[in-house]
Nanobody, 123 residues
Framework: QVQLVESGGGLVQAGDSLSLSCTAS????????MGWFRQAPGKEREFVAA????????DYADSVKGRSTISRDNAKNTVYLQLNSLKPEDTAIYYC????????????????WGQGTQVTVSS
């Protein structure tokens, strides 16, 4: 089992950048594919980005492609999400998630979730 804790959210202005972190407990972090999802009020949870266990293969939602970067440091049990050129529509609670398989865009395929971190982008 793995526990995930996100950090780095906050209130920023449109055009700013933000770096989110998600730190996992346990020694088997490198065996999990990691994903970032977000959920805005009244909307469904949506995929943002994902990264494979060891190869570093990445996948991004079209809404953030080109202005975000997902990365991981297995030695630190941490996955990161860098968000640039933030827009008001990026406002949401951001969650990291882990699954013991290849990365997926489907939130229901992830086994473990963090508690989320709020990102608010003002116009």
């Amino acid at each position: 089992q793995v526990q995930l804790v996100e950090s780095g959210g906050g209130l920023v202005q449109a055009g700013d950048s933000l770096s989110l972190s998600c730190t996992a407990s346990g020694r088997t972090f490198s065996t999990y594919a990691m994903g970032w999802f977000r959920q805005a009020p009244g909307k469904e949870r949506e995929f943002v980005a994902a990264i494979s266990r060891n190869t570093g293969s990445t996948d991004y939602a079209d809404s953030v492609k080109g202005r975000s970067t997902i990365s991981r440091d297995n030695a630190k049990n941490t996955v990161y999400l860098q968000l640039n050129s933030l827009k008001p529509e990026d406002t949401a609670i951001y969650y990291c998630a882990a699954r013991t398989d290849v990365p997926s865009r489907q939130y229901y395929e992830y086994e473990y979730w963090g508690q989320g971190t709020q990102v608010t982008v003002s116009s």
